[in-house]
């Protein structure tokens, strides 16, 4: 598997509270993608990153922003947290190059309550 | 963005017999990716297709690109309680590098 570790692995907290999720890679890919998964909608995106600083939103990055000051290292904070926002959170790593499969992380499981 | 419509949602099959999932686009797509997602899992990348009428095979698994670059097919041959999880799609949604996902085809393998 690519190195792809992501922090917290479970997370549970109350709704208003900030929470910051961390993909941290290992393989010096360029690009990193944020993922919420949840039942019925498969995988859905958040937001991606293609170099450092560089980043752009995908199809559901409402209450969610993202940073990336290292290649290896791409945040998603949630401001302000709801209970819709509980979801099976995954990073996603690919090189660069057209076509390129992703690669995931072991995902984060975030409630909020 | 690119979207593209995967069924079955979910498929229950018995031990040994086939199973096929099927994704369709209304648009031609560049190329098309399969993932599988175990039980508790994140996905991993299976295969990726890229030219029209195009069939690669992975020991029981077969993977096919419509002549016409709309539709893809995963089909397994003789089920195992192995090839248990998710199957998802993937096509490239417009930008450099992004792809969007079906919802997936869940599929329980009863021994």
């Known amino acids: 598997d690519a190195g792809i570790t992501q922090s917290p692995r479970h997370k549970v907290t109350e709704t208003g509270t900030p929470v910051t999720l961390r993909c941290h890679q290992t393989e010096n890919h360029r690009y990193m993608y944020w993922y919420r998964q949840d039942p019925g909608h498969g995988l859905r995106l958040i937001h991606y990153?293609?170099?450092?600083?560089?980043?752009d939103k995908g199809e559901v990055s409402d209450g969610y922003s993202v940073s990336r000051s290292k290649t290896e290292d791409f945040l998603l904070t949630l401001e302000s947290a709801t209970s819709s926002q509980t979801s099976v959170y995954f990073c996603?790593?690919?090189?660069?190059?057209?076509?390129?499969?992703?690669?995931f992380g072991d995902g984060t499981r975030l409630s909020i309550l | 963005g690119q979207q593209v419509m995967q069924i079955p949602q979910y498929q229950h099959v018995q031990e040994g017999e086939d199973f096929t999932t099927y994704c369709n686009s209304s648009?031609?797509?560049?190329?098309i990716q399969w993932y599988k997602q175990r039980p508790g899992g994140h996905p991993v990348f299976l295969i990726q297709?890229?030219?029209?009428?195009e069939v690669k095979k992975q020991k029981r698994l077969t993977f096919q690109f419509g002549e016409a670059k709309k539709n893809s097919s995963l089909h397994i041959t003789a089920t195992q309680t192995t090839d248990v999880g998710t199957y998802f799609c993937a096509a490239n949604s417009g930008g450099y590098q992004k792809v969007t996902f079906g919802i997936g085809t869940k599929l329980q393998v009863i021994p």
């Open positions: 648009t031609t797509l560049s190329n």
């Open positions: 297709l890229v030219k029209s009428g």
């Open positions: 990153s293609y170099g450092v600083k560089d980043t």
């Open positions: 996603a790593i690919s090189e660069i190059g057209s076509n390129q499969p992703q690669h």
